[in-house]
């Protein structure tokens, strides 16, 4: 089966970190989503990239995140300085247009301390 | 932008009975309703899903019903089994836009 891979799967840095969370979307797949989950926000989208053009990043804080996609195979998100309220899982999800479904990693759950 | 609400937030439900979800969403021009189950420790799996322009669907032990007019759509599990224990998502996506928008989640607990 095709699959979203994400790494690192888990994730512990300090306060004022930088993170970096990777995403091999499904071969094939242009359009990619990062989505945070924490129990109290529920599935918050990021950012999405359209044939690695970004479309929408305004979930975003844009002051220390930053996400990219330098090629197809390949999405990235960063947070720079990190901080305590950053802690969540965060899911990259991929695929064509909403009605084909779209396809969602197993997730980066971030703990900052 | 769209918003799409989700009740109950849990339920639980004894094995061999029937769930069911709501969900309400703001924009009639939404015409795409999947709903999404994540098991623990995973990502969303889409599940299921209906278009604008039917009332209802059905896949074995699940169904989704859609009301356009009151802008409400449901999911419907007969017969529970302890692997439906999961946390199931509506959402909701407009044509000529790539993004789904979710509801908040309802954690379903299927007791034996």
């Known amino acids: 089966d095709a699959r979203v891979t994400q790494t690192p799967r888990h994730k512990v840095t300090e306060m004022g970190q930088e993170v970096t969370m990777r995403c091999q979307p499904i071969?094939?797949?242009?359009?990619v989503f990062w989505y945070r989950q924490t129990m109290m926000q529920g599935l918050e989208l990021l950012a999405y990239?359209?044939?690695?053009?970004?479309?929408?990043d305004s979930g975003m804080p844009k002051d220390r995140f930053s996400a990219e996609m330098p090629d197809a195979t390949l999405a990235t998100l960063k947070i720079q300085p990190s901080e305590p309220r950053d802690s969540a899982v965060y899911f990259c999800?991929?695929?064509?247009?909403?009605?084909?479904?779209?396809?969602f990693g197993s997730g980066t759950r971030l703990t900052v301390v | 932008g769209e918003n799409v609400e989700q009740h109950p937030s849990t339920l639980s439900v004894q094995e061999g009975d029937s769930a069911v979800i709501k969900c309400t969403y703001s924009?009639?021009?939404?015409?795409?309703f999947p709903w999404y189950k994540q098991e623990l420790g995973k990502g969303p799996q889409l599940i299921i899903d209906?278009?604008?322009?039917?009332g209802e669907k059905k896949d074995q032990r699940i169904a989704v019903t859609l009301n356009k007019t009151a802008k409400h759509f449901s999911l419907h599990i007969t017969e529970t089994q302890p692997e439906d224990s999961a946390v199931y998502f509506c959402?909701?996506?407009?044509?000529?836009?790539?993004?789904?928008?979710f509801g908040a989640g309802t954690t379903v607990t299927v007791r034996a």
């Open positions: 999800a991929s695929g064509l247009v909403p009605e084909y479904g779209y396809t």
């Open positions: 071969l094939g797949h242009n359009t």
């Open positions: 990239f359209r044939n690695r053009a970004p479309l929408d």
């Open positions: 924009d009639s021009a939404s015409n795409y």
């Open positions: 209906i278009r604008s322009n039917v």
């Open positions: 959402a909701a996506s407009m044509s000529n836009d790539y993004k789904l928008s």
